[in-house]
Every structure is written in C-alpha cells, then in structure tokens.
C-alpha cells in the first residue's frame, strides 16, 4: 500500500456528512467532544476544520495537542477513530474556498474564524459485516511523505 492509497482510504471513511465528535483534553484532565464539520482532507492526509477563536477549548489547545476524531456512518454500519496531533492555524486563502464551497461553516464570524488541522498518527476503523478492527497507522512521518508498508498496516 503506498501513502496515496492510504490518504484515499481515509477519505473512504469518512462519511458525506463529515461529521466528526472532536475530544480533547480540558485543563482539568476530563474529556469533552463537540460536533466539527471536516472541511477537507489534504493531500498529505489531514484532517481540517474551521473553528472560532473564541471557543474557550480552541483557545487551550497547545501546539502538537493530541485529539481525537470520531465519525459513524449509520449507513454503511462504519465507525472510525482518528488519533493526531492539532494545530490552530490562519490561512486566509484556505478559509475563503471553504467559504465559496457553499458551507456556512458554523456560522462563524470571519474576524473569529481560524483553521484546526489534524495530522493524524493513527486511524482506527470497524464495518458491523465483518466486525474487525484495521488500521491505518499514519505515523509523523507522513508530513515529510515518506511511506513503507509494514504487516497489514501503512507506516507514512
């Protein structure tokens, strides 16, 4: 498997709606989700999303933050866990095409609006079918694209 057919199944995944439950660590250790839409998937296999400044979670995120993504799709009977590490980012260009592509994106004021991109280490995903667990293991590396794969699991 080369890393383009790994970035290609993740997008795979992750359901039309997009929907993700995003859980971070809050300062008292406890564990809080919320509902983001992703925006994208890059080339490079992350994960983004807009979110607003504001939001007392996005204002404690550090640099290199570990997170996690849920997605479901009742559909197919999937579920899929992205674990990756967060950075909030200002990319103007980037947010107007999320923009045009018609999203209101949360209702966001542009003054507060930023990106949060996810770099993922692993994603994790089940099918009701077949009732077994695959991997991607999608390690640090991938933002340098270096890949080899490794017994039924990519390394990026």
């Known amino acids: 498997m080369t890393t383009a057919e790994d970035i290609l199944t993740l997008r795979s995944l992750v359901p039309d709606h997009g929907i993700a439950m995003c859980t971070t660590t809050a300062p008292s250790a406890e564990l809080h989700s919320r509902?983001?839409?992703t925006q994208e998937i890059d080339d490079r296999g992350r994960l983004w999303f807009v979110v607003s400044k504001t939001a007392d979670w996005v204002?404690?995120?550090?640099?290199?933050?570990?997170?996690?993504?849920?997605?479901?799709?009742?559909?197919?009977?999937?579920?899929?866990?992205?674990?990756?590490?967060?950075?909030i980012v200002e990319d103007a260009a980037r947010l107007a095409r999320y923009r045009v592509a018609g999203d209101d994106l949360q209702r966001i004021d542009d003054v507060d609006?930023?990106?949060?991109?996810?770099?993922?280490?692993?994603?994790?995903?089940?099918?009701?079918?077949?009732?077994?667990?695959?991997?991607?293991?999608?390690?640090?590396?991938?933002?340098?694209?270096?890949?080899?794969?490794?017994?039924?699991?990519?390394?990026?």
């Open 35 to 37: 509902p983001l839409k």
């Open 113 to 156: 609006a930023r990106l949060m991109v996810v770099a993922p280490s692993t994603v994790e995903f089940w099918d009701a079918p077949s009732g077994r667990l695959e991997a991607l293991a999608l390690k640090a590396s991938s933002i340098v694209g270096r890949a080899r794969a490794t017994s039924g699991s990519l390394e990026i």
């Open 59 to 87: 204002a404690g995120l550090g640099p290199d933050e570990s997170v996690n993504l849920g997605y479901t799709d009742d559909d197919d009977r999937t579920w899929v866990s992205v674990a990756g590490s967060v950075r």
